[in-house]
């Protein structure tokens, strides 16, 4: 008897305080919004903090940035390197050189970059026999990146001319390009390897040098490569689109209460 009453009693508080129905998605979006269900709206809340700081770092601050960067721009050296070589062996060996000053807005890595150099060597002898050694060291930021020897036959009358390619941003270049001011200098020395003397000259003349800077946008979302963290970006957007959210679910569902 006793064990009925007190069911009999149970069965009038559940009656007296019935579950309440499960709520539809539109009062919980709204619940959340109005912020009456705390602990799901400080998820909400977060999450769209989250997303705002990284819009502004991944597509507003860089879209800002990129107004700034040219899709290509050409700069053209102050002076050209001009060498008038004697061939009766009275030349004496000597540097000449031409620089550049460029500037970089963002990551090196994302942009083409490429100098080309005028060459031109003429010569006119009597009985000189031999070829010469022109040697052309390239530095970038002050260290040596590329190096090129170009042995000149000496004719009675003649030459050869052309253009030099110098690419810049391949192979060990990559580490000596910075953002911001960059310098590249053009150290060009020449040596005539005579077996016989006579009269005449040898010119050569290197320039104009021209360095081409191209930004890249290799994901065509026009956002110039030199300020778009490709890989960081969609490692990001992955965190804050998928993981984080799902997180936050799991969050809240071990923090709900037990009935």
């Given at each position: 008897?006793?064990?009925?009453?007190?069911?009999?009693?149970?069965?009038?508080?559940?009656?007296?305080?019935?579950?309440?129905?499960?709520?539809?998605?539109?009062?919980?979006?709204?619940?959340?919004?109005?912020?009456?269900?705390?602990?799901?709206?400080?998820?909400?809340?977060?999450?769209?903090?989250?997303?705002?700081?990284?819009?502004?770092?991944?597509?507003?601050?860089?879209?800002?940035?990129?107004?700034?960067?040219?899709?290509?721009?050409?700069?053209?050296?102050?002076?050209?390197?001009?060498?008038?070589?004697?061939?009766?062996?009275?030349?004496?060996?000597?540097?000449?050189?031409?620089?550049?000053?460029?500037?970089?807005?963002?990551?090196?890595?994302?942009?083409?970059?490429?100098?080309?150099?005028?060459?031109?060597?003429?010569?006119?002898?009597?009985?000189?026999?031999?070829?010469?050694?022109?040697?052309?060291?390239?530095?970038?930021?002050?260290?040596?990146?590329?190096?090129?020897?170009?042995?000149?036959?000496?004719?009675?009358?003649?030459?050869?001319?052309?253009?030099?390619?110098?690419?810049i941003n391949r192979g060990g270049?990559?580490?000596?390009?910075?953002?911001?001011?960059?310098?590249?200098?053009?150290?060009?020395?020449?040596?005539?390897?005579?077996?016989?003397?006579?009269?005449?000259?040898?010119?050569?003349r290197i320039g104009p040098v021209?360095?081409?800077?191209?930004?890249?946008?290799?994901?065509?979302?026009?956002?110039?490569?030199?300020?778009?963290?490709?890989?960081?970006?969609?490692?990001?957007?992955?965190?804050?689109?998928?993981?984080?959210?799902?997180?936050?679910?799991?969050?809240?569902?071990?923090?709900?209460?037990?009935?």
């Open positions: 008897m006793a064990k009925k009453r007190v069911a009999e009693k149970f069965d009038m508080q559940v009656k007296a305080c019935p579950k309440p129905p499960p709520k539809n998605l539109g009062t919980i979006v709204k619940d959340v919004i109005l912020m009456r269900d705390l602990r799901r709206s400080a998820f909400l809340y977060f999450w769209l903090l989250i997303n705002i700081f990284v819009a502004k770092e991944l597509i507003i601050k860089p879209l800002l940035i990129a107004q700034s960067i040219a899709p290509l721009v050409t700069h053209i050296a102050d002076q050209n390197v001009k060498i008038t070589c004697p061939l009766d062996g009275s030349f004496r060996f000597k540097p000449n050189a031409t620089y550049i000053n460029f500037t970089l807005a963002g990551n090196p890595r994302g942009y083409k970059i490429r100098a080309l150099a005028a060459f031109t060597f003429l010569c006119s002898s009597e009985g000189s026999k031999g070829f010469c050694r022109i040697n052309i060291t390239v530095l970038l930021n002050g260290k040596e990146f590329f190096r090129l020897v170009r042995d000149e036959e000496i004719v009675a009358s003649g030459g050869s001319q052309g253009t030099i390619e110098i690419p270049a990559w580490t000596n390009l910075i953002m911001k001011n960059n310098t590249l200098i053009l150290l060009v020395t020449v040596a005539p390897i005579l077996h016989n003397y006579g009269r005449g000259f040898a010119d050569i021209s360095l081409i800077v191209e930004s890249l946008d290799t994901d065509a979302d026009e956002v110039p490569d030199p300020v778009d963290n490709l890989e960081g970006n969609n490692q990001i957007i992955f965190l804050t689109s998928l993981i984080l959210p799902l997180m936050l679910a799991i969050a809240n569902e071990k923090l709900r209460p037990k009935l």
